[in-house]
Structure formats: C-alpha cells, structure tokens
C-alpha cells in the first residue's frame, strides 16, 4: 500500500465527511486535473456567454431593459474572473485557459452556439439557459474544493435573479401584442430542446459523472437535474399560455414526474462538434477582442513596470 | 422658459444615452476581461443618467411623453448630443481618448450643476457626480498608462487625442440656450468651465508625455441638431424594436 | 397551393433582396473603380429582380400588400433567404467566393424555372436569366483570377470557399414547399441542380488551382424563417426610415 | 519671337476659331498642366462625391428609390472613369492621379465634404448640388480639349437625370407629411449656401479663372453663373413651398434677377482648407478601400501576366 495511496484513502474520507478542500491542502492529480477542466470550461462558457445576450444591448427596446441586460452581461464578465481566479488557486495560470479558448482547445457550455435572431431570445435565455445552469450550478455551491464553493454562490444568487428577469421579459411578450407573444413562442420552440441538452447526455451515457459524484464535485445525476427543471418549467411555460414543443409532453400521475419525448442526441453532438450556427462566431469574436487587445495589455504591463521601477528609486533614494 | 429647460435637460440627456450606447457596444470585446466590467461600468452610470434626464425631459415636454419615447421616437435632428459622443468608437485608444476629453468636461460641468437653481437638475448633479468623478480619475489614468506604457501605446493614443480634438471644441460652445440658462442660474458656464478644462488635460497629458494638439478649427452643430453622418446609423440599430411595434410595451 | 406559391415567391424574391442589400454596401468602396461598377451592377440585377418577386408576393398575399409592404415591414423569422446571402460581406475573395458559389446556382436554378407552370415565375426567369448568366461567368472568372493570381490571393479565396462551404447546401435542401412547387411544375428539383453544380463548382475550382472543401454538416434554416444574429441588424438598417414614418409615402 | 511664342500663338487663334485641341496636337505646357489638374480633379469629385449618397443606399426608403440611388452613384463612378480616362490622354498617370488624392495633395469639390445626416440630403444633392454642378458643366461640353468636351456631353446628360430624380425625392417630401416637409426644408436650409459655393469665389477673386477664359476651357464667369443657378432655382423651391435661408433674398423687377445675401467666405475658404465634418471621413473611407483592394489588384495583375505567358508560349507552339 503506498503512501499515496493511503493519501488517496484518507483525502477520500475527508471528503465524505463533507469537508472543505482547501488550496493548499493535497489533493488527488486527478482531483486537481478534474477541478481545473471543469471550473475553466465554466469560466469560459461565463465569457462567451455574454456574446449571445450583448447581441442585443444596442438594441434592447427600452432604456430600463438596455440597462438591465447590460449589467446582466457585466455579472457574467464577473462570473468568469471569480471563477479563473478559482482555477488559479489549483495552480492554473490564466493566460494558458484563456489561450485554450481561443484555439479551439478548451470547450464551452454549446448551448452559446446558437442565435440570438430576435429580442425574445434574450427572455428565453435567462428563463431557460439561467434556469437550466442554476439547476446545474447549485449543488455546485456544496462542491468539496472551497474556493470553487463559495465563487458559486455569489453565482448561483446572481444567476436566479438574471433568471427571474429573464422570465419577466418573456412574460411581457407573452400578454403583449400578437406579435409580441408569437415572438415569445417562436423563441421557446428554438430554446427549449437545446436547454435540456445543458444537462449533459442521459446517466447511461456519461462516462466521468460517477467520479465526480465520488468526490462530490457533482451531487446529482444528468437524468436527475433534467427532470426536475422540466417539472419546474413547464407550469411556467402554461401560466404564460405558452406551448412547450414537445408532443410527447405528458404529466405522469404516478410518477409525479412530466414524462418528455427524446432529446435529438444527433444535434447536440453536432453542436459539440463545432456545427452549431455561431461555433466559428463566437471564437473569432473572442480572438478579434483578444488581438485588438494586445497592445493595450502590453502598454498596461510596460506602464506597471515603470511605476515599480521608479517606487523602488523612491524608496531606496529616501 | 420651459422650452429653453427643455432643450438643455436633452443636451445633458442625449449627452449621456448616445455615450452609453456607444460604450455599450464594447460589451463582450474588451480587451481584458476586468477592463470589459469597468467600461459596462460608466456605460451603465451614463445610461443611468440619461434616464432621470429624459424622465425630466418627458415631464417638461408634456402630452405624455416618457423616458422611451424620448429616446426611441426623436429623429437625428432631433437629437442634441455633442458630436464627439456620436462618433464611432474606434480602437481602445480612441474610445480612452475620447473618455478623458468628455469626462473632465463633464466632470467640471456637473460640479457647477450641483448649484443649480433647478431641482431635478440639481438631483441629477448630487447623485451623478460621485460617478462623473470616477469615471475622469479613470480614462484619466489610462491616458497617462496609455501614453507611458509602450511605443504603439503611446503613438496610438497620441493620434487618437489629435484626431479627436476638432471635436471638442463643441463643449465649451455657448448658445442661446446654455446663456438663457445660466442667465436663469440653472445651466453652467462653459467658458470659466473651458479654462479648468486645458488646465487639467494639460497636466494629464504632461504626465501622460503626450502633446497637446493645436486646431484652428472645431466642429460643432450637434447641441443644434445638425449631426454627422454617423448618428443615423446608431438610431436605426437602438431605435428599431420600438418603431417596428409602436404600440407594444416592452 | 396559393400559400406555398406565395412562400415560395418570397424565397426567391428574399434571395435577390438580401443580396442585393448586401452588394450594395461595397458601392463608392470596391478595390478599383472598375470592379466598384461591375459589382453595383450585380447589385441593380439582384435588386430588379427582388422587386419583381416582390410585386408578385404582394398580389399574391393580397390585403393591398406592396413590394415596400414585403420588404420594409416583415421581421427577421418572416424572412426566407439563404442564410450564405445575409453572411457579412468580408473582403472582397469573401464576397466573390459567395457571389461564385451562388451565381452558380442562382444560373441552374432560373435555367430549371424558364419553364415554370406559373406565367410570373417563368416571366421573371426569362427576364433575368441573362443577368443571371452574366452573373455566374463574371464571378467564376475573378475565383480564377485570385486563385490563380498571387499566393496572398490564393490563400484569401481558399480561406473564403472553406469558410462559405457550411452555408451552401441550404442552397440544395428540398423541404414541403419545394416538393409541392416542384410536383406543381412551378418550382426547381434543387437535387438535379445539386449534381450540376458541383460538376461546375469543382472544374472551376480546379482551374483556379483551389481545393474543393469537405464538409460533413450543412447550415440551413434560412428558408423557414430561423437565421443567423446578422440579418436583424442589415433589416434594422434597411428599414427604418419606412419604420420611422409607416404611413408615408417616398 | 521664339518657335515657341510662335506656336503658342497660333495655338490661340486655333482655339479661337472653336477648333477642338486633339491629344497628339501641339499645345503649350501650361494649358496642358491646367487641364490635367481641372480634368483629374473633376474625377477626383466624381469618386469622392460617391460616398455622401452611398451614404443613403442601404437605407432607401423604398425598393425604387434604393435602385434609382444605387444607379446614380454607380453613373458618378463611371464619371469619374471618363474623366481618369480624358486626363490620361493628356499623359497623366492614373495611378498618380490616385495617390495625389489619397495623399490629401490632389483636390476635390468641397461640397462633398458636408454630412448627409437624413434622407432629405439625398434630395437635396441631386436638385441643388447636381444643378450647380451642371450650371458649372454645360460650358465644359464646348471645350476646347475634344476628349474632355466629350466625356462632358456624356456626363451633363446623365447628370441632368439626376438632377430631375433630385427634384423630384424633394418634391415627394414636400407634398408629403408634415414631418417629411420639414425634412426636405430642414435640407435646404443646410445645402443651400454650400451649393452657391460650388461656383467658386466671386470673380474679383479668382486669379486663374482669367487665363481659363481666354483659352476656352471656361466660357463664363462664377457671377454669372452662380447668379443663373439663383435665378433658376429659387422659383422651383417657390413651387415646392420651401422657403430659401436668405433673408436678403429679393427679385429685381429691372435686373431680372434676384439679389442674394453675402456668402459667408470663411466658411468657404475653412471647409477647402480641410476643416469640414467630413473631409477627413471621406479621405480614410477612399484609403481604406485603396488599401483593403491592393492584393485584389496585385491579383489580377500577376493573373494578366500569367495569361499573357500563356498565350505567348501557346501561339509560339503552334
């Protein structure tokens, strides 16, 4: 029995036991290996997520909405830097995750790899993609690494009152004009399906979830998360007259579950491949910030530099 | 009176929506993601503003305007913003740029309207300033990191201030409008605000080891209506939503 | 029959609009005053023809619709284009690369429709064939030209072809409306033209020393009325004066 | 008497007798230069004078006015095409001509360097711009250098239709809604000076129009000119129901001609010297697209090259 095993062993317990890892506590390669993939694919989906919903900032139809969503994109910008700093504390450095993002290397959450062609997308994206994360994001609050923890729930908060804004807005359109409630319902049919994907493909087919419901990184299963936000949706979608699209849709008395028809697994790989309409988009949009930006972050450190060099002379001349 | 209220309530209104919309098309493009936050920041601070302003300005005008009519239903010439918040942002260096030529305006020019004879502008002073003054500190900074950092830093900023200067002249234009409301104590006056202006971008710019430009020339018109060609462009993105559906509710 | 015939009018008639749109925005910026002139004419083509299809949707929707009515006052998920023609236009190897691969469709396609069982469809394909024609050879020439012109050139088209190839088999995806066209005699069989095409498509390429791209997943959606984030803001633009003032006429 | 002084001065009495200078016949030096620089800097105006009205293309608001507008700046391209064309018969290098605009070095008409913020502006360039234009033109058509005075006779007929179709989108916003009234008044009143500047400084100061007059390249006076345009435009703003911004303006029953308020010079002479809204956006947007289209040129040269190899090795294999 090696030493490291014992180690793994002990670790194990600890985490049984509900406790905190730390950073500078020891942890499992893998354990590390795991955290960092997962928390850097959350950060990068926060950045790349705000590019669908600041589609529309510019051209939001009132200035009370303009501002909100705004802000709403902004909390998101804040969501990725708490959560990169979460991935440096496992001794990720910042610029190797976001060079990943931008050659293709690092994934994503796909659901940002569609559309937004109209303003009632913007509703459907914080009632359904908000509400889709928070049922994924939530146990994430209970996750065994600390900093991770308590990044998510300054996120979880933000996200369900993105949530609550996102619902606000689709109800306006939905006891709006005809026009208004059609552009509503238009957006549902194209949100609906690809929100259930958020939660990952069936147990039966997820590799890696066993582990890290082992460690406590994840609480619930894929299945398990995705039938209780259909339960919760649904009503939501019926109180505001609207159709959810799925004819296979059927509330199950026994169960106490809406029984669903099956989710199209064709599109959600393809998307994942890199096939969904904004894939290319997105990432040429991240590399133009990116390179446009170079020289501003040069200057930024050449400028950092000079100041310490003169603090220095200062000091030492004082 | 009320009329000449008007007008200048929407000059410090459109001043603040056009720049905010502007600043908001950053959003998403930054280039670093701390510095994408701080620039929602003052988009969201301006828009802020430019909604009390145009609440004001839906009160005075009457026949139940509001604060979206104001901003969605006014066509170019209609609009009264200065010209240099129109013009299309550019790279980082001519956005910063033109933040710290607007900012250090703006900031004098609130600090007078703190002393306003009229209440809602004076309201929108107090609670603007705090913000007003934030926002000078900060472009202000980045001018001096900007022109003391690298070569390509220094040389873009130092065109991005040179090709912005004919464009601001304007805020220190005084017409009618801004001599009947100082007349009344209730506008600023932008002339001793002029002269507080050079003075603190001449510093910033020395420590920044930039050159103040020289024109003989500033463009002006927009404070009348009679914009560049950039405006429309920005209406018809802003603008659409609400005139394809005029009735609906938002 | 007469809502599929309808339907139908407006995808083609969306084809030329958008497009036409699109051409236009490089008018007064082309790469030489030359080929400024030759594309705008591309652009009147594309837009003539829109206007026919247009006039014919308008008679065909009746409720005293217009050829403004359909263009100015229908909201993105109403638009039917190929999703290839609402793409932003690039340099200008992006917008000979789209201009090649649907010219060469648009020339097989009008060629099928001279003989449409609808005397409006078959009168608008005997007008507009020859431009089409015209259209086809002016832009498989200047792929050659680049392809075959400079290693700069060369790279920048081949980058164009791969970057359009996801959005060109729309151009060939059959869905209810084309099936009842096409047992009607109205409309085109797109899997015929599919096979002419890539016959054409590949002997040009190869004459421009190009490669043919492979792709294993097509883009679609444009013909029912799903696109992409840019075609909202080339209709915020198109439209807006006519949305500003509904009621008058220009 | 020099051979030269000779020549030079039956040059005159050729020109004189209304005979038309041809490219391979003598001329002196300096009318040689002074057309170069009318000729290429017409073209100049030409191309430049695209963009105001591009400005207004993607936003016509009707199909028809959005093909009648794409045609007329596609014509001006063709303009200034001719015009390249007739100054290279002089021996001027087109690509020179090219970089002296580019550069700033060359000039251009000065009208093109105000804003066309609104529709109206579209109407008002074609009615008021266009008629100085002609106003300026017509005299051109009977020049003394054949190829220019060719290209002129071509270019004054389209230029006409313009102007009809100018007068005419003038005309629909005048008799159309209040709000389309006070656009088209709103344009007058800015175009309205700026196109009396079009005729130059009055005739007391411009130096060269003298040596111009005499050698048939200019057959009126600015005065004269201008005045006509006045004469013949105020009444068709009458028949709109617009009203001229000139408070001084007043018909003169004896001189048969309206008497106008003093042009305002200093804006005259402070747009030529650069400090119009526009000149800058005008320069940047014909170097953006000069730059942006040099591997398209460097392209289809190499390609010609090619071709030529071809034939060449062909034709001396068979």
Redesign the interface.
Known sequence: MTKEMNLEERFQQYVDAENKVEPKDWMPEKYRKTLIRQISQHAHSEVVGMLPEANWITRAPSLRRKVALLAKVQDEAGHGLYLYSAAETLAADRMDMVEDLLSGKAKYSSIFNYPTPTWADIGAIGWLVDGAAIANQVMLCRTSYGPYARAMVKICKEESFHQRQGYEITMTLAQGSPVQKQMAQDALNRWWWPSLMMFGPTDDASPNSAQSMKWKIKRKSNDELRQEFIDKTVPQAEFLGLTIPDKDLKWNEETGHYEHGEIDWEEFYNVIKGNGKCNKQRLIARNKAHDDGAWVREAANAYAEKEAERRKKKSSAA | MQNELLQYTLRLGDNA?ILG?RL??W???????????AL??I??DQ??Q??ML?QYAAELKGSEST??KM??FR???EYNNL?LLELENG???KTIARQFLFDTYNYFLYTELLNSKDDHIRAVAQKAIKEITYHAQWSAEWV???G???E??HE?IQNAIN?LW?WSGEMFTMDAIDEAMLKAGIGADLNKIKADWHEKVSMILDMATLEKPEA??F?S?GKQG????Y???L???????????P????
Chains 1, 4 share one sequence.
Do not use: K
Request: net charge negative; with cysteine.
């Open positions: 929506l919309q908001a098309e959003c998403g493009h930054g280039p670093i993601l701390e510095q994408d936050i929602s920041n988009a969201l828009l802020g430019a909604r145009m604060e979206d901003a969605f066509d170019v010439t010209l790279d980082w260096g001096i990191r900007l003391d950092g690298t390509e830093s873009r090709d004919e003989d020339w463009q018109g009679e914009h560049t060609e405006l429309g462009f209406l018809a993105e802003m603008q659409h939503l609400p005139r394809m559906y009735e609906a509710s938002w």
